[in-house]
């Protein structure tokens, strides 16, 4: 007889008492954890996830694939009640292998993988393997005890930023044109991809579950650069903008040279569009001007300074970026000068992103949070939230039966208490992953093969009754191959939650001449834009909100800020902290005042051993007696 015996290990967190308790690894929850362990506060951040990020996180390609039963669930009890982030799942691997010179194509029945609601592995490794390397064996383990989130920091390089522009050409229209030695077809690109190739590098793929970025001089890199978080992340810049135009996809102009070597704009039509750009950008918010416009449409503001309808398209598309069905002029002034004034720092576009995807921002705030002494504890769910006789919060009951008492709770939006009511303001949106084998605008230049793009399309353009906010990363953002690009989709969900009908006519339009490799489906659940955001203190408890449908961070800031004002008005808001080197202990300044006063080190009262190597000697003293002793025998 086989007897296999199962040891489950309980694991008991100490200290058992805290000023804030953190429920989620959130963008939202890492920085007010991070705030609080900077100004001297005792923090304890758990989550049931065997990741960091919850719905910011970054997956591998292996990790969706796998089923949720591997990931313990969080428990509900009468107080508390947990809602999964992710649903409506589903993956299809439609490469096709060639054997012996005939395609076998891939049924997509077959090779689907659906999930209703699933969480899968975190993209954790400290570096990527270089494409011509094979994968590594298995996958780094995710952190499960209460020491720092990672203390190995990434050393890989990150790649310069490259600077993409259209080329150079006069309009077609009005300018005379120059000699040009035209250039023979190119051929049809072959898809050197197989399915084993495929396979074995799946794991080196990073998804984004909440795709954003952030602006080069936004709030969230002021506050990585003024806190100092900024060492635990490497960042890229986004190279290009492109918008439907006319059928096609183009890339949108960004800046004044390439507004005046756009092909696709007459000469009337860039001089008018500089003027718009250029009152927008200089006007005051508190000037007569700007009051003249309060209350009225863009549209109107457009046709004040008479802009045609491609330039409307391409304002709404590429500079105010906004997915609201109408938005104010002093809403599209505001978005237009916080593009324009990001633009030309770190490139010629105004966003930047992480180099390893959305989910290292949580996890550099974990480890800066870490640092300061917060206690870190994943695959540990929460199943009750703990009220004294005041109805104030006491503590809380881990999954494991162990009881944790504190001042002040945070929980993050996948939890919801069942005395509250139910939020109305929340929305499906739906996303669509695709993996392809070029870039949806392929370019000549080698320079710029490699671009990392966003995507907006405002609704109607491919047949959408949604704008779409759309990614498309590069080779180098993290994909295991040259020939290799992802495309990431995301569009607030129709009536029915089906990501694959919400986005199909988008997704036929943009690989219409791109080879297909994988293609990824899900829904999440997000804020609406227009909803308050603001977090109140109630019974000592504050509840985060979920990600809204827009490509900025701008909320979790404020939604940061606010909460810890809440819980410590007194205490500055993330201060910047010292470098490692920097820091003196109290013991070094006293030896160092001790040292310039009588101009000799400072040596213990009981026993000084000064170790001092020359030529292969070492010389011991202790007390008043010296020797030398050969080198060899010093280990």
Same mark, same amino acid.
């Given at each position: 007889l086989l007897y296999t015996i199962k040891f489950e290990l309980v694991m008991e967190i100490t200290p058992t008492e805290y000023d804030v308790i953190v429920i989620g690894t959130g963008v939202t929850e890492c920085i007010v954890a991070a705030a609080c362990s900077r100004v001297g506060k005792t923090?304890?951040?758990?989550?049931?996830? =065997?990741?960091?990020?919850?719905?910011?996180? $970054?997956?591998?390609?292996?990790?969706?694939?796998?089923?949720?039963?591997?990931?313990?669930?969080?428990?509900?009890?009468?107080?508390? %009640?947990?809602?999964?982030?992710?649903?409506?799942?589903?993956?299809?691997?439609?490469?096709?292998?060639?054997?012996?010179?005939?395609?076998?194509?891939?049924?997509?029945?077959?090779?689907?993988? *659906?999930?209703?609601?699933? $969480?899968?592995?975190?993209?954790?490794?400290?570096?990527?393997? =270089?494409?011509?390397? =094979?994968?590594?064996?298995?996958?780094?383990?995710?952190?499960?005890?209460?020491?720092?989130?990672?203390?190995?920091?990434?050393?890989?390089?990150?790649?310069?930023?490259? $600077?993409? *522009?259209? =080329?150079?050409?006069?309009?077609?229209?009005?300018?005379?044109?120059?000699?040009?030695?035209?250039?023979?077809?190119?051929?049809?690109?072959?898809?050197?991809? *197989?399915?084993?190739?495929?396979?074995? $590098? %799946?794991?080196?793929?990073?998804?984004?579950? *909440?795709?954003?970025?952030?602006?080069?001089?936004?709030s969230m890199v002021r506050l990585l650069r003024d806190s100092n978080c900024s060492r635990y992340l490497e960042f890229r810049a986004v190279n290009r903008s492109l918008v439907p135009w006319e059928g096609e996809v183009i890339q949108a102009p960004c800046n004044r040279e390439q507004v005046f070597n756009c092909k696709q704009l007459k000469v009337l039509e860039k001089r008018i569009m500089m003027k718009f750009v250029t009152w927008a950008l200089e006007v005051e918010e508190e000037s007569e001007e700007w009051r003249e416009w309060e209350g009225r449409s863009d549209q109107e503001l457009y046709g004040h300074f008479k802009l045609t309808a491609s330039l409307v398209k391409l304002v709404r598309a590429s500079l105010v970026v906004s997915n609201k069905e109408k938005v104010s002029a002093h809403d599209a002034v505001k978005a237009i000068k916080v593009y324009l004034r990001n633009v030309g720092i770190y490139g010629s576009m105004p966003f930047i992103c992480p180099v390893y995807g959305a989910g290292e921002l949580p996890q550099s705030f974990a480890r800066f949070s870490a640092v300061f002494g917060s206690v870190y504890v994943l695959e540990m769910g929460v199943s009750d939230l703990n009220f004294d006789e005041n109805d104030k919060f006491s503590g809380i009951t881990l999954s494991t039966g162990q009881k944790i008492t504190g001042t002040y709770c945070v929980i993050s939006p996948n939890y919801s208490l069942a005395s509250s009511p139910e939020r109305n303001n929340q929305m499906e949106v739906s996303h669509a992953v695709f993996l392809t084998d070029s870039s949806i605008k392929p370019t000549t230049k080698p320079e710029e093969q490699d671009d990392l793009s966003v995507v907006h399309i405002m609704p109607g353009y491919f047949d959408n009754e949604q704008a779409v906010n759309g990614f498309e990363y590069g080779p180098r953002s993290c994909l295991p191959s040259e020939d290799m690009y992802m495309i990431h989709l995301v569009a607030p969900a129709a009536g029915g939650s089906n990501p694959e009908t919400d986005l199909d006519s988008v997704c036929s339009r943009l690989t219409e001449n791109v080879k297909v490799l994988h293609k990824t489906f899900f829904t999440t659940l997000m804020s609406r834009e227009e909803s308050d955001h603001t977090p109140c203190l109630e019974r000592n408890v504050i509840q985060t909100s979920r990600p809204v449908f827009t490509i900025g961070y701008q909320q979790c800031i404020d939604e940061a800020k606010t909460a810890f004002s809440l819980l410590y008005p007194e205490d500055e808001f993330l201060p910047m902290a010292p470098n490692p080197e920097d820091i003196k202990w109290p013991d070094e300044e006293e030896n160092l005042e001790e040292e310039s006063e009588t101009g000799k080190p400072t040596t213990d009262e009981e026993n000084e051993v000064n170790l001092r190597e020359d030529a292969g000697t070492t010389t011991v003293s202790n007390g008043e007696s010296t020797s030398e002793i050969s080198s060899e025998l010093v280990s």
């Open positions: 923090v304890l951040h758990v989550d049931a996830n =065997p990741f960091y990020g919850e719905q910011w996180a $970054s997956f591998t390609l292996n990790g969706l694939e796998k089923s949720s039963d591997d990931i313990p669930k969080p428990c509900d009890s009468a107080s508390l %009640k947990y809602t999964h982030f992710l649903k409506n799942l589903t993956l299809y691997n439609v490469l096709e292998e060639e054997s012996e010179g005939q395609p076998i194509e891939v049924p997509p029945v077959s090779s689907a993988v *659906t999930h209703e609601s699933t $969480s899968c592995e975190a993209v954790t490794d400290s570096k990527i393997s =270089p494409p011509d390397q =094979p994968p590594e064996s298995q996958d780094i383990p995710h952190v499960t005890n209460q020491e720092s989130p990672d203390t190995n920091l990434r050393e890989t390089e990150t790649p310069a930023a490259d $600077s993409s *522009t259209l =080329p150079a050409a006069p309009d077609s229209n009005n300018m005379e044109q120059p000699n040009e030695t035209p250039q023979p077809p190119t051929p049809e690109k072959k898809c050197h991809w *197989t399915l084993e190739k495929f396979n074995k $590098s %799946k794991r080196r793929v990073n998804i984004d579950i *909440t795709p954003k970025l952030c602006y080069s001089d936004g």
